[in-house]
C-alpha cells in the first residue's frame, strides 16, 4: 500500500490514509478490526481502522491514526517517519476484537484506544442501537478526533479529562450504570482495563458481556529473571529470558504454535498449565481464573517458579 496522505491530529498522535498501490477497492471489514503493518527491521504491528460511516466495503483507503511513543519498540517512529508517497506492506483487515451491532454497547476507550470504538460507534448508531461512548485522555488537546466524534455521535459522546475533576473518569460509577443486556468494550492502556474489568466484575456484569483490546505490547519489568519452560509432550526444556517471550523462545526452538495478537488481549494463545506457578500479564483472564493458575497466555506472561510445565 501506499501512503496517500497525512494529518497531524495531535501532538503525537498523526492520521495515514492507505491506497493499494495497485489502485483497487479495498477489501470490506468489520467494526473494531485491525490491519498489521510490516516494519523494515521485521515483525509488524497492529492498528485498528477508522470509519466514521458504516460503509466499510470497497472503499479506496484504510485509514489508521498512530500515536508517537518514544520509548517503545519503534512501530511508531517508523510510522511517523513515513511521508506521502512511501509504499508499506500491509496485511488483510483483521478482526479479534467484534461487535454485537444489536446489543446496547457502553464503549470505553482510553487515549489511542478511541481507534477501534469509532467504527464501533458508527454501526451501533445506523443500526439504531442504543449505545455510550466515553472517552478518556490527559487533558483535551491530546484526544484525537475530539470534534468530529461530538459532530458525528452528539449526546452519545463523553469525554473524561485527567486534568480536570469535574469530568474525569469514574469507573466504579460508569459500570455500575450499565444496564441489563449492555455490553462493555474497554480499549486502551493495560491499566485502565485491569481497573475497568475489575469494576465491570464487582458491578455484576457476566463476563461474556465484556470485551477488551490491549493497545501496548508486552514490556519488561523490573526484577524479570529466567525462568524454564518444559514441553509436556516431548520433555524439552527452554530457559526464557527476561526480555524474551514463551511465544519467542518455542518458535525459535522450531515449536509450532497457534497466536496472534502477542498483546494478550486475543486470547488465542491461551495454554494449559501442569505445574508451575504463572505471573500472569494479560487482559484476558479474570480474576478468578489468574487465581486458580490453570492457564496462561504464552504470549505475554511469565512465571513466578522457576519452571512452567506447559501441555504443549
Known amino acids: 500500500m501506499q501512503v496517500a496522505a497525512i ?9 495515514f490514509e492507505l491506497a493499494a498501490s495497485s489502485g483497487e477497492a479495498l477489501p470490506e471489514w468489520q467494526p473494531g478490526a485491525h490491519i498489521r503493518v510490516a516494519l523494515p527491521e521485521g515483525g509488524d504491528r497492529a492498528y485498528s481502522l477508522v470509519a466514521f460511516g458504516a460503509d466499510r466495503a470497497g472503499g479506496a483507503t484504510f485509514r489508521i491514526a498512530v500515536q508517537l511513543e518514544p520509548e517503545g519498540q519503534g512501530g511508531s517512529r517508523f510510522m511517523h517517519s513515513l511521508k506521502a508517497g512511501d509504499t508499506l506492506t500491509v496485511s488483510p483487515p483483521k478482526c479479534d476484537f467484534p461487535l454485537d451491532a444489536k446489543a446496547p454497547a457502553l464503549l ?57 475533576p469535574e469530568t474525569a473518569l469514574d469507573l466504579e460509577a460508569l459500570t455500575g450504570s450499565i444496564g441489563p443486556g449492555w455490553h462493555l468494550y ?12 475489575t469494576q465491570a466484575e464487582n458491578a455484576g456484569i457476566a463476563a461474556e458481556r465484556v470485551h477488551v483490546e490491549l493497545f501496548d505490547n508486552a514490556s519488561a519489568q523490573d526484577g524479570d529473571a529466567p525462568f524454564e519452560v518444559e514441553l509436556a509432550s516431548t520433555g524439552q526444556v527452554f530457559t526464557i529470558p527476561p526480555g524474551r517471550t514463551i511465544v519467542e523462545v518455542l518458535e525459535e526452538g522450531g515449536v509450532d504454535l497457534i497466536h496472534d495478537c502477542l498483546r494478550g488481549d486475543c486470547g488465542i494463545c491461551q495454554t494449559d498449565i ?37 501441555d504443549l
Not at 442501537?129 to 463523553?158: C, I, K, V
Not at 508451575?276 to 512465571?303: F, N, W, Y
Open 108 to 164: 470505553l476507550a482510553g487515549g489511542i484506544g478511541i481507534t477501534p470504538m469509532i467504527s464501533m460507534a458508527a454501526e451501533l448508531a445506523a443500526n439504531g442501537t442504543p449505545f455510550e461512548l466515553h472517552y478518556a485522555g490527559r487533558t483535551r488537546d491530546a484526544m484525537a478526533y475530539a470534534a468530529e466524534l461530538g459532530e458525528a455521535f452528539g449526546p452519545a459522546l463523553n469525554l473524561h479529562f485527567d486534568d480536570n
Open 274 to 310: 501442569i505445574s508451575g506457578t504463572p505471573d500472569h500479564r494479560d487482559v484476558v483472564l479474570s480474576d478468578a481464573e489468574r487465581a486458580e493458575g490453570k492457564v496462561m497466555q504464552i504470549c505475554v506472561s511469565r512465571a513466578k517458579s522457576a519452571r512452567l510445565v506447559l
Open 7 to 15: 494529518r497531524k491530529l495531535t501532538d503525537r498522535i498523526a492520521e
Open 186 to 197: 474497554i480499549c486502551g492502556p493495560r491499566g485502565m482495563i485491569d481497573a475497568a474489568r
